[in-house]
C-alpha cells in the first residue's frame, strides 16, 4: 500500500519513550499491534524523545543513541515506512508549539490529578520529579495526539486515563477557539490495543526498571539463558502449576502454536512435563518468532544513511501535517499572522528526498569567460544544466526567464550566482510560488553546483530568508563539504540537497 492512498484510512497515532531498547512486553503490548495497523490505517509512529527528558533530564548521555535502538526496534518489528510515518518527536517543532499553546488553557488540577503522576513520584522515590516538564508530561502527549487530528490512539487499558486528558482538552480549546464556528479539534477515540499478559521474569510486570526484560534485539542465546533463568510457578517437580501465572507460560501463549501450547499446559496442571523441557520449548517459540526481527533489526543497523533518510522523510511528512493543524490552531486562537507558506507555494503533495542519484559534477564550457553579459552567462549556465535534467523534460514557462515547468505541473525556479568575494554566493530570487528551488552555484574551476530544495524545505524555512522588495536574498557558503545557506536566524545546511532531483519527479 501506498502513501496515495493514506487519506481515505482513519489516522492513528501513537509512540514510544526512547529510555533502552525496546523489550517483549513493548512488543506485544503495542508494536505488534502498531504493525497490523498500519495497513488498514494512516499511521503515525514517532519516538517520544521530549518525553524521555520528563524523568530522565539528569542523564542524555544516552538518549540519541537510545532514540535510535527504537527506531531500529521499530524497523526491526515491521514497520514499513512505505505504509506509516516513523519520526523523532523532537524533530517535528510543531508539537512543543501546541503544547505551549494548550498549557495556557489546562487547569493544574487536571494534570495534578492523573494517575500517573502520583504513581511514578512514588515508583521513583531517589527522583526529584517536581519538574514542570514531569508534571505537564501528559499535556505533551496530548499535543503530540491532537497535532495529527487523528480518529484513534491504540493504547494499552492503564493509559485510557490520558487519552481522557486529551480528549478534555481538545474539549476546552474548542470551547475557548473556534474556527468559522466550527472546533479545531475532533475527540479522539481510544483504540484498546489487546495485550495479552507478559510477565518478566521475576513474574512480576515486565519492565526496564525491574531488569526482568526480554529485549526484541536480545541474539538467540540470551533469549535462551534469560528463560532459562526464569521464575517459574512450580518451586517442586511434583507441583501442579498455572501457565497464567508463569512467564514461560505466558511465552507460550503468545509465541507457541496451538499444540504446543496445549501440551505444555496440560502438562504443567498435571506436572506430567518438566519445567526444563517447558522451558527449552518456549525458547524454540520465542526465537522462532525473534529471527526474522532480528535479522531485519541488524541489517538496518549496518546502514545508517538509510536510518537517517527514514527518520528525515517521517519528519518531514509528520511537519506537514502539523503544521496544517497549526495554522487552524493559530488562526482559531487569532495570532498575528506571518504570510502563510500557502500563500508563497501551491499545496502539493510531499515531495521525499532520494540521495542523489544524478550527481556529476556539471562543468560550464570556457565560453562563458567571453560572454559579455550577467545575462549570457546565465543562459551559458542553465544549458548546462538543462542538459542534465533532460530526463525531466522541463518546460521554461512563457515570460519567465527562470521558471520551469515539470511534465506533472510542478514550478521549478532555476537561479544561478557567480562566487563573490567573500566566498559566498548571492542569490535574488523574485518572490514568486515556487514548487522547487534550484540554486546554481558555480566555483573558481567552473563546476556548477546544483541544489535541488524540494517544497517541504521552502515551506518549513521561507519565513527565515531575508526580503527586500520584491526580492528575496539568499546566501548560500560552501566551506569544506559543507553547503549552508545563511539565513536570518540560522544556517541551513544544505548539502543533502546537491544534485538530488527527486522533488522533480
Ligand atoms: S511447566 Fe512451564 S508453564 Fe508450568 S510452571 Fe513450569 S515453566 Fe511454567
Same mark, same amino acid.
Given at each position: ?30 508494536? !505488534?499491534? %502498531? ?14 524523545? %521530549? ?60 494534570? #495534578? ?17 517536581? @519538574? ?31 487519552? #481522557? ?16 464556528? !466550527? ?22 510486570? @515486565?519492565? *526496564? ?74 525458547? !524454540? ?49 487569532? @495570532? ?39 545575462? /549570457?552567462?546565465? #543562459?551559458?549556465?542553465?544549458?548546462? %544544466? ?13 515570460? *519567465? ?22 566566498? #559566498? %554566493? ?17 566555483? /573558481? ?42 539565513? *536570518? !536566524? ?16
Amino acid at each position: 500500500m501506498t502513501n496515495q492512498h493514506a487519506h481515505s484510512r482513519p489516522r492513528v497515532l501513537s509512540g514510544m519513550r526512547p529510555t533502552g531498547k525496546l523489550h517483549l512486553g513493548n512488543y506485544v503490548g503495542a508494536l !505488534q499491534n %502498531w504493525v497490523k495497523l498500519q495497513d488498514s490505517h494512516e499511521c503515525f509512529f514517532f519516538v517520544a524523545d %521530549w518525553h524521555a527528558l520528563t524523568t530522565d533530564y539528569d542523564d542524555t548521555s544516552r538518549l540519541a543513541d537510545n532514540t535510535l535502538e527504537v527506531v531500529l526496534d521499530y524497523l526491526g518489528a515491521g514497520l514499513d515506512p512505505e505504509k506509516c510515518t516513523i519520526f523523532v518527536q523532537s524533530h517535528v517543532l510543531q508539537h512543543a508549539e501546541l503544547h505551549v499553546l494548550f498549557s495556557m488553557i489546562t487547569p493544574l488540577g487536571w494534570l #495534578e490529578r492523573v494517575p500517573s503522576y502520583k504513581e511514578q513520584q512514588q515508583q521513583m522515590p531517589n527522583k526529584d520529579l517536581h @519538574m514542570y516538564g514531569f508534571l505537564g508530561y501528559p499535556l505533551l502527549q496530548a499535543a503530540d495526539i491532537l497535532i495529527y487530528r487523528p480518529r484513534f490512539v491504540p493504547v494499552g487499558e492503564d493509559q485510557a486515563s490520558h487519552v #481522557e486528558l486529551t480528549r478534555e482538552v481538545a474539549r476546552r480549546f474548542n470551547k475557548f477557539y473556534s474556527l468559522k464556528g !466550527q472546533p479545531v479539534f475532533p475527540e479522539p477515540e481510544t483504540l484498546l490495543t489487546p495485550s495479552p499478559k507478559l510477565l518478566g521474569t521475576d513474574k512480576r510486570k @515486565m519492565s *526496564k526498571s525491574y531488569g526482568n526484560t526480554i529485549l526484541l534485539s536480545d541474539d538467540a542465546a540470551k533469549v535462551e539463558e534469560k528463560i532459562k533463568n526464569s521464575v517459574t510457578d512450580r518451586p517442586k517437580l511434583t507441583d501442579r502449576g498455572d501457565p497464567n501465572r508463569c512467564p514461560v507460560g505466558n511465552l507460550h501463549q503468545i509465541f507457541s502454536d496451538p499444540e504446543r501450547l496445549a501440551y505444555i499446559t496440560r502438562g504443567c496442571t498435571t506436572a506430567t512435563i518438566t519445567c526444563m523441557e517447558c522451558k527449552a520449548l518456549a525458547v !524454540q517459540s520465542v526465537n522462532a518468532h525473534l529471527d526474522p526481527i532480528r535479522e531485519r533489526r541488524r541489517r538496518l543497523a549496518q546502514q545508517p544513511e538509510k536510518l537517517k533518510e527514514i527518520t528525515q522523510h517521517g519528519a518531514e511528512k509528520a511537519a506537514q501535517a502539523a503544521e496544517k493543524s497549526m495554522v487552524a490552531v493559530r488562526e482559531a486562537i487569532g @495570532m498575528l499572522r506571518l504570510p502563510s507558506e500557502k500563500e508563497m507555494f501551491s499545496s502539493q503533495k510531499a515531495l521525499w528526498l532520494s540521495n542523489g542519484s544524478d550527481s556529476l559534477p556539471l562543468r560550464v564550457p570556457d565560453s562563458i569567460a567571453e560572454a559579455n553579459s550577467d545575462e /549570457e552567462r546565465w #543562459e551559458i549556465r542553465s544549458n548546462v %544544466w538543462l542538459q542534465k535534467v533532460k530526463q525531466y523534460s522541463l518546460t521554461r514557462l512563457k515570460d *519567465k526567464r527562470r521558471v520551469f515547468i515539470t511534465r506533472k505541473g510542478k514550478k521549478v525556479g532555476v537561479y544561478d550566482a557567480s562566487k563573490s568575494d567573500s566566498g #559566498e %554566493w548571492v542569490f535574488g530570487l523574485k518572490d514568486q510560488p515556487l514548487n522547487v528551488l534550484v540554486l546554481l552555484a558555480q566555483d /573558481e574551476e567552473r563546476y556548477l553546483h546544483d541544489y535541488v530544495l524540494p517544497q517541504v524545505f521552502l515551506q518549513k524555512h521561507w519565513r527565515q530568508f531575508d526580503r527586500t522588495g520584491g526580492t528575496v536574498d539568499i546566501h548560500l557558503r560552501k566551506i569544506g563539504d559543507a553547503t549552508s545557506l545563511l539565513l *536570518k !536566524q540560522s544556517n541551513l545546511p544544505i548539502q543533502q540537497y546537491e544534485s538530488d532531483y527527486s522533488a522533480l519527479q
